[in-house]
């Protein structure tokens, strides 16, 4: 089968409010970054299927004879798919060779790639290609790389097997799909989401998908136009987790104390509607400083509730220690167990005085971007 080479790239994202919550049937907003990943795809004649991941130093080659054993019986080019192919991801785990003991990001990300993959090319021939991958944000940081690679690996795949055109005309610097294939491509990017962290929300890949601000609540998925240009600090810890981990924590948490955990879900839900308000109002009426005292309570009150949850950090206390002696508010962003925090930044304030030691990664945390 012969495919066509092509070029995407997809944002990473940070949650204002609502994570893990948001797994749990309570509302999420959501915002993309201007930190990204990109994939190229090259059709090849070797006879191979080749993935390149420099940011986590793999490089896997397979003959297709090899990857034709494995294929999956249906094809799903264009439907929506709802349910992973449990069998086919066993397969592919034994492939690999992945045990409980080495769910690592490269064998996660490998998987990811060959049964989206097999699943599009899997009941006709398979095309000889190789796909490559690099991005700009850091992995387990919580900012969506996971996502926004999925999310590239589907958009490519799909453009490459037919499912999808390609938008992009020959003047045309960047385009982007349709909503019909927009949401092809979001829902074979949740499979990969899912192979990776096992029972993800789905708020990454839509919001790698789809770009923007977002709300986000049980699956239903709704742009916000109207929201004020926040200026918003994002400080990578350094310290890896596990989302897979840190979602099953508070899960066990929620069947072990219902009568306790539900306000606390119950809390965060209406911390993210409130907030969705507040940042309406900031677009129809002249911005004051009681709007920022509200949005930065929200963010105190959250920090909060995710502690509660078991999902903080010492170095993530110490990031709202150090932000809050210079006037400003922190709290976690995605999974939490370390990775990033957000920090509100009011527009007269300045963050060349926020550099703070990270005791925990043994150098000075990284900032990596100002403006969502």
Known sequence: MQVKDCFVSA???????????????????????????????????????????????????????????????????????????????????EFVGVTNENLDNCNMATIA????????????????????????????????????????????????????????????QTARWCQEDLEL??????????IIHGNPSGVDNAVGTWGGMLRFLAGKIIPLSRVPLLRILLTNTKVPRSTKVLVARVKDKINKFPSIMTPVLDSVDAISCTCEKVLSEMTSEPITGEHYNILEELIDINQRHLDV????????????????????HSKLTGAGGGGCGITLLRPDSSCGTLEGPNPYAGNHWTKLTTCI
Request: proline share 4%.
């Open 11 to 93: 944002p990473g994202k940070a949650i204002l409010h609502g994570e893990h919550a948001v797994v749990h049937g309570k509302v999420a907003l959501a915002v993309s970054l201007n930190l990204r990943t990109y994939l190229r795809l090259k059709a090849t004649t070797t006879g191979k299927v080749c993935i390149n991941l420099p940011n986590i130093d793999t490089f896997l080659c397979w003959d297709m004879s090899e990857l034709k054993q494995l294929s999956s019986d249906s094809c799903g080019k264009r439907e929506e798919v709802k349910r992973l192919n449990a069998e086919l991801v066993r397969r592919l785990r």
């Open 113 to 172: 790639f060959l049964y989206i993959y097999l699943s599009l090319f899997g009941s006709g021939e398979l095309p000889s290609l190789t796909v490559s991958v690099w991005s700009e944000l850091p992995t387990g940081a919580g900012l969506g790389s996971s996502a926004a690679y999925s999310v590239c690996l589907a958009a490519a795949l799909l453009c490459a097997s037919g499912a999808i055109p390609t938008p992009l005309k020959e003047w045309d």
């Open 185 to 194: 491509i979001n829902s074979w990017a949740f499979q990969g989401e899912m």
């Open 309 to 328: 949850m078991g999902v903080g950090h010492p170095a993530l206390d110490t990031l709202c220690r150090v932000t809050l002696a210079k006037g400003l």
